[in-house]
C-alpha cells in the first residue's frame, strides 16, 4: 500500500525534494514506504534472526537478501524505490520466521502494526488520487489566465514532460522547452539564461519542484544561477501543491 508513495526516486519530508541516495536512502525512506516502520523492524529482526539460528536455509535467505541490498546500495545516484521490490518478499520471509519464536503476544502486536500501517497508507494513497493533479490544476490555470501568444518557457519540458504541465494541441502559446543545451534549437535560445529568454519574449516560465531539485546537488553553476535569479526577481504566479506535502 505504501510503496507507491516512493516510486518516483525522491525524498520527502524537508521541503524540498532531492536524490541523495545509498543504502541509508533505502532503510530511512523506500523500505518503509514500502512494508511500513513495523514490516522494517520484523525484517531487520528476521536477518539476525537467520545469522544467530545458522541454519542453512536461514543463512542462504540472509545472504541473498543482505548480498542484494549491498550491491543497490552502491550506485547512489540511481536510488529508486522500484530497486529494493526484490527485497521485500525475503525480507518478510525472514521476519515471519523470526517472529514464530517470540511470545504469541508480541507476534500479534507485530501482526496488527504491519496490517494496521499499511491500511492506513493504503487508503491515504487512493485518497490522494481522487484529487486534482498538480499540472491539471496548473494548466487550467495558465489556460485561463495567460492570454494567448504569450511565450512560455517550461523546465526540461522535452525530457521530462510527464512533470510538467500538459497545455493542449494545438496550443495557443509559444513554447520554449529548457535544455541543458545551449542551441539545440537554433531558432531560439532555449539555454538556461534569463536574458536571452527575455529578449525572446519570455513572460512566464512553467517549473517543476521534481526537475528543479532532483540532482540539486548535481546541477551546473550556470543552471543553479538561474533558479536563483527567478527566486529573488520572478514573481510566482501559482504554487500547486497537492494536498498531502508529502507528495
Known amino acids: 500500500g505504501q510503496f507507491a508513495a516512493g516510486t518516483s526516486g525522491v525524498e520527502f519530508g524537508t521541503g524540498s525534494l532531492e536524490v541523495s541516495g545509498g543504502w541509508g536512502k533505502y532503510l530511512s525512506l523506500y523500505l518503509p514506504l514500502s512494508i511500513g516502520w513495523v514490516g522494517l523492524i520484523l525484517g531487520l529482526g528476521g536477518v539476525m534472526g537467520a545469522i544467530a539460528r545458522k541454519s542453512v536455509c ?28 526484490p527485497v521485500v ?100 535560445e532555449n539555454y538556461y539564461d534569463v536574458n536571452a529568454l527575455m529578449s525572446q519574449g519570455v513572460e512566464f516560465i512553467v517549473l517543476s519542484s521534481f526537475v528543479t531539485q532532483f540532482h540539486a546537488q548535481q546541477r551546473p553553476a550556470n543552471r543553479q544561477q538561474f533558479y536563483e535569479q527567478l527566486g529573488e526577481h520572478a514573481d510566482r504566479l501559482l504554487w500547486a501543491r497537492k494536498p498531502d506535502p508529502r507528495f
Not at 77 to 83: I, K, N, Q, W
Not at 98 to 123: D, E, H, R, V
Open 89 to 188: 518478499p525475503f525480507l518478510l520471509l525472514l521476519g515471519v520466521r523470526w517472529a514464530t519464536s517470540l511470545k504469541p503476544m508480541i507476534q500479534w502486536a507485530l501482526l496488527a502494526g504491519l496490517m494496521m500501517t499499511n491500511l492506513a497508507a493504503s487508503a491515504r494513497h487512493d485518497w490522494l488520487l481522487t484529487q486534482v493533479d498538480t499540472r491539471t490544476r496548473a494548466t487550467r490555470w495558465i489556460e485561463q489566465r495567460i492570454p494567448s501568444g504569450a511565450v512560455i518557457a517550461v523546465d526540461h519540458g522535452r525530457t521530462l514532460q510527464a512533470w510538467v504541465p500538459q497545455l493542449r494541441e494545438p496550443s495557443s502559446y509559444t513554447m520554449i522547452e529548457l535544455t541543458e543545451t545551449p542551441h539545440v534549437a537554433p531558432e531560439v
Open 58 to 85: 536461514d543463512l542462504w535467505l540472509a545472504a541473498v537478501t543482505v548480498g542484494y541490498f549491498l550491491v543497490i546500495g552502491v550506485f547512489g545516484r540511481s536510488v529508486r524505490a522500484e530497486y529494493i521490490l
